[in-house]
Structures are given as structure tokens and as C-alpha cells.
């Protein structure tokens, strides 16, 4: 997280994070990151996104609701380890290269576009998804709401499967702010019990295991994976002007399954792909 009202100090070793207003209406406002590139297969369609997470405080004086949104990052920052041994909330002062409210990247040239990071220049005004969030009782809190439209957040997270140099993650930001007891401490990844959860699903791209001559026939090898519906096609040509053509289609298999597909070898050439749906 990153604080106002300590703009030069660094909490990534603590197991929460803030986003809100203090009591004097004073922000903190969240950053997260995951590996995408690193558990996911390349070139995979992402179906499915959702982030839960934990409230774990809220002011002791009573809380304020407030709206929390998503923001995709656009450019990088450093995490830090700082977690005082006093318990304080607010950190401890950032060394190299550790993220404050004042800079991605502390005591280096890097900043901010304005203090907090700013919109445009420092993260997508955009809102990827949004929340309402009350106290802990109604935790976890799931980005977006299951009632909202999920391609915003499905979109960022492909993007950053494709071009693993642009996952820079997300600000997380109270859109009340500045208004007094909106802050809440959310449950970091060093929370050893409710570290927040991406919750993905996607179709892993199909792979030719194995093509031959068998005869008179050119034959496609590929496992099926239970639940995918397939399609073999080809084309003449590799030109522009020349178009995909099914050979046959496939319905999904209720398990995975090793298939063949077989094509009467013709006197011109083909080209084969395979794709899933």
C-alpha cells in the first residue's frame, strides 16, 4: 500500500493492505500484482476472471461505506518488505527501489505522475472493476460483482498473458477517499490464512501431438480435453485472399481423449490447423 500520510515510507512486508480515508480523511490506496505469465499456458483465451478479498479492519470509530475500484497499472513498482516491528499501520521509511505514495520506485529518479499515482499517466482512468464494501462480516468482497460485466477484468488479464511486460497490475482505490473512516485493511498475501485470490478460467490453446502419411490419408493426432469442442480446418494456401475450411467438427468429450483425424490426400497441397471453442 501507499499512504499519505506517510508519502516516503514502504508496508509490502505487512499482512494487510489499506485503501481509503483515515479519520481525518487522509488516503491509502492498494497495489496488486499476480504472475499470470508464470501459471498460465501461453497463448491461452482467458474465459473467466474474478478477484476476491478480505476485509480483516475497519475503524474502530465507526466505518464509512464506500465504492473500491480496480485501476490497470501502467507502469511499474516495487513492493518492498517493510513490516515494523511496532505494528505500526503505516510502515516504515522505503528503501531503494521500494513503492511509497511519493514514487513507484523509491530514492531513484522514478515518480509518480502526481503523488498517489495519477490517472492517465500512471494508471487506466478506466475502472476494471468495482465494489462496495461494508465490514468484515460480508467478506470476501469479489471483483467485479458477479452481477457485472466481467470483460474488463477478463480483458486485462489477457493482456497481460500476451505481453507479460505490460502486468504491472492494478491500484486499488477508494472512490470516497477523502472522506473520513472510508478505510479498510484488506487482507495482503502475507496474510497466512486470506491472501487474495485471482480466480481465472481459461481454454488452453490445442496442440497437434502428432501429423503423418498413413496411406492415402494425412492424419492429425491431438488430445481433446474433456469439455472442449474442436474443429479441424485447412486451406490451400497461406494467402491473404485464402480462407479456413472445416474438415470436421468435433463435440466436446465428457473426458479427455485421445483423437485421429484422417484426410484422403489430395493432389494439391493443404494446410491444417486446429482450434477450440
Known sequence: MIMEIAPSNNAGGLAWLTAGGNHYGVPSRGLLKFD???NIPPHSKITAASLNLWVTQVPGDGYAVGYFDLHRL?????????????????????TTNEATWLSPFALTTNSWSAPGAAATNDYDPAVTAFQI??????????????????????????????????????????????V??????????????????????YIVPPRMDLVEKAGSQFKVHFTAQAGQAYAVEFRASLAPADTWSTLTNL???????NLIIGDPISSTQRFYRLVTY
Open 36 to 38: 499470470i505469465a508464470g
Open 74 to 94: 501502467l507502469r511499474d513498482w516495487g513492493e518492498g518488505t517493510n513490516n515494523p516491528a511496532v505494528g505500526s499501520g503505516q510502515g516504515s521509511p522505503a
Open 133 to 178: 464494501v461494508y465490514n468484515v462480516a460480508q467478506s470476501p468482497y469479489t471483483f467485479p460483482d458477479p452481477a457485472d460485466d466481467p470483460a474488463p477484468m477478463i480483458a486485462d488479464v489477457q493482456t497481460w498473458l500476451d505481453h507479460p511486460a505490460t502486468n504491472f497490475g492494478w491500484i486499488f482505490i477508494c472512490e470516497s477517499e477523502t
Open 180 to 201: 473520513a473512516n472510508t478505510t479498510r485493511r484488506f487482507a495482503s498475501r502475507e496474510d497466512p490464512n486470506l491472501p487474495p485470490l485471482l480466480q481465472l478460467g
Open 251 to 257: 463435440s466436446a468429450p465428457p473426458a479427455t481423449t
